[in-house]
């Protein structure tokens, strides 16, 4: 269930975090995304709950949130206090973005057997990686190590996308 509230919330996050006015245009221009957030946020929260996923990468959180406050011109340790200054509900923030490092723990479940990289593909890479910097002093198995990694997350994002989409099409969600 969405309530009014909830997409209330979400509007003056998303104006507020992202430096612009909280006006009518700005507002009315936003609605539509923040509905779309909220509808994901709780299609995700649904399977995590479903599959029982409590762990997620508390660091990535930290991160996240020191990359906000830095956005805002802030330390990590006052954006709580910038959030109750602005009539928002920090722990919601916070709330909304575990959700979505547990759906990353929960596509990695489900999906980590499938993950297969080319061989072929990797090797053109690196041979493309290894040209660009060739007069850099960074090792051929770190860059073969940052392509195995790009594939590995292209394709956990193309499996998140497809779970995600297989569960906008079977679940209802209320609006209240």
Known sequence: ??????I???IKTILVISKQDLNQTNVERTKRFAV???IRSSLKRGEIEKY???LYNEADLNLYLKNIANNLNLKKKDLKNFFISNDLNYEIFVEKYKTELLWNTLIFSLYKNQITINSVELERELSKALEKN???DIKSEEIR????NKQKQDKLNLFSR???STLENTVLVNFK
Do not use: V
Request: hydrophobic share 30%; aromatic share 4%; proline share 0%.
């Open 1 to 6: 269930i969405i309530t009014s509230l909830d």
């Open 8 to 10: 209330e919330n979400e």
């Open 36 to 38: 779309q957030s909220l």
């Open 52 to 54: 029982n996923i409590t």
């Open 134 to 136: 060739k007069n850099s």
């Open 145 to 148: 190590e940052n392509i195995i």
């Open 162 to 164: 497809s779970h995600y």
